[in-house]
Structure formats: C-alpha cells, structure tokens
C-alpha cells in the first residue's frame, strides 16, 4: 500500500519560514516522479514544486525563487523549503506520487492529472 504522510505545517508570520516533509511508503522517490500542490478555500488546487526521479526540480510562477525543493533517499522524504512566506501562500498543502511504470529519470509533471497517490494535506497560514 502507498502511503504519502506530509507534516510540517503551521503558523507563521508573513516574511517567515516553514519547512514541509512529506514520506512515502510502499513506493521510492527514486522511482517516481513527485509534486506538491497547494489549495486554498475557495479556489483550485494550484501546482506548487515538483522532482523528477533524478532530483530536476520545477517551480510554479508564484513561489519560484521562494521555494526549493530537496530529498533525503535515506528517509525516503521530500523536503519543501518555504521562504518569504506570504499570506497568499496560506492553503492546504499535498504530496503527490505519478507511481507508475518505466517513468524517465529526467521527467517531472505539474498536471495533478498526472498523479496517483496523494497524502492527507498539511495546513499552511501565513499571517499579515
């Protein structure tokens, strides 16, 4: 069974910093490409980061240069780095996993369509 568990959600003024873990079981990072994707009330679920098999990482519009991704293969998570945090970024964070076959090592997607697995959500407020 697979299983996305993200933590690291909170409170924080704007301007602060948080850092988001998501872990996987049943399926490796190394063999899956991956993305998070955010939601908040009222609106769509909006693309956030994502990680291609080999570490090749994308970034949406609205947090590149803020954001950035890394992995630990050891703990087999994913690590969200969110700097300069503003209270636009205040929405439900999820992991997701592709989990599908053959995927490139170089390949990332931001089309939630593109997505199998994904975990609960971790809460994400960012306060004027």
């Known amino acids: 069974q697979v299983q996305l568990v993200e933590s690291g959600g909170g409170l924080v003024q704007a301007g602060g910093s948080l850092k988001l873990s998501c872990a996987a079981s049943?399926?490796?990072?190394?063999?899956?490409?991956m993305a998070w994707f955010r939601q908040a009330p009222g609106k769509e679920r909006e693309f956030v980061a994502a990680m291609s098999r080999s570490g090749r990482t994308g970034y949406g519009d609205s947090v590149k240069g803020r954001f950035a991704l890394s992995r630990d293969d050891a703990k087999n998570t994913v690590y969200l780095q969110m700097n300069s945090l503003e209270p636009e970024d205040t929405a439900v964070y999820y992991c997701a996993l592709a989990g599908g076959p053959n995927f490139s090592t170089l390949t990332y997607y931001t089309d939630e369509r593109k997505f199998r697995y994904w975990g609960q959500g971790t809460q994400v407020t960012v306060s004027p």
């Open positions: 049943g399926r490796s990072f190394t063999s899956d490409p």
